[in-house]
């Protein structure tokens, strides 16, 4: 394999914590009432901007600003990626390797995390969200055709169910990440996916013997 394309929240960072608490502090006093954790992940699917128009109907664009700023300004209690990512990134770069980044966050907060990250420069590509509902499938494809990818020689790695069915939609292989604590090993499993790990430190082994 000599294309990657990692989704983000979970997987390259453990982000998922992060965008429910912004979430929560931004639309709770705008909402006039509280959420679950329940009630901000059963709108996930979208980007921000749609799970925020789910939330707040009447009052998408205050809610939009809210979040962003919340998520810029709680995202030092998050400082780092999974412990060894970018020395990965970097890596599979030092081994000519085509890195790309296919997340259902939104532009702005993908901006965000990838800047406090320092970790733009390690992918050629950069693809988000979408307001109206999960296009994780027709970015992939998008990536696929626009850079000329060969689908047998590309690997998506994600922590979601729907990775996995996206992954495969587009007929290449995938490997489910199920290092964050928010990873439900058995929905992974039920799905078939090509490769499953639950250590980084296995997901490292892989992916070094790809290349010797």
């Given at each position: 394999m000599k294309n990657f394309l990692f989704d983000f929240d979970g997987t390259l960072a453990d982000t998922l914590p992060l965008c429910i608490t912004a979430f929560r502090e931004a639309i709770e006093p705008l909402a006039g009432r509280s959420l679950s954790d329940a009630d901000?992940?059963?709108?996930?699917?979208p980007s921000e901007e749609g799970t925020i128009?789910?939330?707040?109907?009447?009052?998408?664009?205050?809610?939009?600003?809210?979040?962003?700023?919340?998520?810029?300004?709680?995202?030092?209690?998050?400082?780092?990626?999974?412990?060894?990512?970018?020395?990965?990134?970097?890596y599979l770069k030092e081994k000519g390797a085509f890195v790309g980044l296919i997340?259902?966050?939104?532009?702005?907060?993908?901006?965000?995390?990838?800047?406090?990250?320092?970790?733009?420069?390690?992918f050629q590509t950069v693809q988000t969200g979408d307001r109206s509902g999960p296009v994780k499938e027709q970015r992939i494809a998008h990536v696929i055709e626009a850079y000329d990818?060969?689908?047998?020689?590309?690997?998506y790695i994600g922590d979601a169910?729907?990775?996995?069915?996206?992954?495969?939609?587009?007929?290449?292989?995938?490997?489910?990440?199920?290092?964050?604590?928010?990873?439900?090993?058995?929905?992974?499993?039920?799905?078939?996916?090509?490769?499953?790990?639950?250590?980084?430190?296995?997901?490292?082994?892989?992916?070094?013997?790809?290349?010797?």
């Open positions: 901000i992940i059963e709108t996930f699917g128009a789910a939330l707040l109907p009447d009052n998408e664009s205050v809610g939009m600003t809210a979040y962003l700023e919340r998520y810029a300004a709680l995202h030092g209690n998050w400082p780092a990626p999974f412990p060894g990512i970018p020395e990965l990134l970097h997340t259902g966050k939104g532009p702005q907060s993908a901006a965000l995390s990838l800047e406090h990250y320092d970790m733009g420069a390690f990818l060969d689908p047998a020689e590309t690997l169910p729907s990775d996995i069915t996206a992954s495969h939609a587009c007929g290449i292989r995938v490997a489910a990440a199920a290092w964050a604590a928010s990873a439900d090993v058995e929905a992974l499993q039920a799905l078939s996916p090509d490769y499953l790990f639950t250590s980084l430190e296995d997901f490292y082994t892989f992916i070094h013997c790809l290349f010797e």
